[in-house]
């Protein structure tokens, strides 16, 4: 069954650096979209993307924020400058046109 | 504002009854609902979905209700397995042309004793 892949699965940063996480959709799949789940706490919805182009956004996607697909394939959500906040789980989901949202298995993001 | 909630945090069921969790949202204009499953270490997995013109659906083991004049959405987990011990979530869509920008639930922790 096909999936959503994402990398890597753990990342450790300093405050103040970028980092960008990585994600292939399920390669038929046309919405693209970001979670987060900091510990403990429930998933929340970041930001939508179709037709590369962002389509929604949370209050939680300011402009230290920013998502790219770059080639046909790939994903990624950057964030420029990490804070100590940001340090949570990073889902990557997509669906197609009228499925459901599959999830990736996550980038654990820890900011030190 | 908007919330979706589960009822309880956690659930402890023998193996083999049936499992029931509840869940309650505040959106009344949500027009689609979603259960997941997350495991430990993963994310979260489809489990089934419902939209509001429906009350009952049906899957492999599980089945989901809606209420929408009391606002509630349960699962049924039919013989329940030590493999469905997990937490739940579900979520809303209040948005019918976005239905992948999702409200999450808190969580209902699954325990599945055999």
């Known amino acids: 069954e096909p999936e959503v892949t994402q990398t890597p699965s753990h990342q450790v940063t300093q405050m103040g650096q970028e980092v960008i996480l990585r994600c292939v959709p399920i390669s038929n799949h046309l919405y693209f979209y970001w979670y987060r789940q900091i510990l403990g706490q429930k998933v929340e919805f970041l930001v939508s993307f179709y037709n590369n182009e962002i389509s929604e956004k949370s209050e939680i996607f300011d402009d230290q924020f920013s998502v790219e697909r770059p080639d046909g394939s790939n994903f990624t959500l950057k964030i420029r400058s990490t804070k100590l906040e940001d340090s949570a789980m990073y889902f990557c989901a997509s669906r197609g046109q009228n499925s459901p949202l599959h999830f990736g298995n996550g980038t654990r993001l820890t900011v030190t | 504002g908007e919330s979706v909630g589960l009822h309880l945090p956690t659930l402890s069921v023998q193996e083999g009854d049936n499992s029931i969790i509840n869940c309650a949202y505040s959106n009344s204009a949500s027009d689609y609902f979603i259960w997941y499953k997350q495991e430990s270490g993963k994310g979260p997995q489809f489990i089934i979905d419902?939209?509001?013109?429906?009350d009952k659906r049906q899957g492999q083991r599980v089945t989901v209700l809606l209420n929408k004049t009391v606002k509630h959405l349960s699962l049924q987990i039919a013989a329940t397995q030590p493999g469905d011990s997990a937490v739940y979530f579900c979520a809303e869509s209040p948005s019918s042309s976005n239905t992948g920008k999702l409200i999450f639930g808190q969580g209902t922790t699954l325990q599945v004793k055999p």
């Open positions: 419902i939209r509001s013109n429906m």
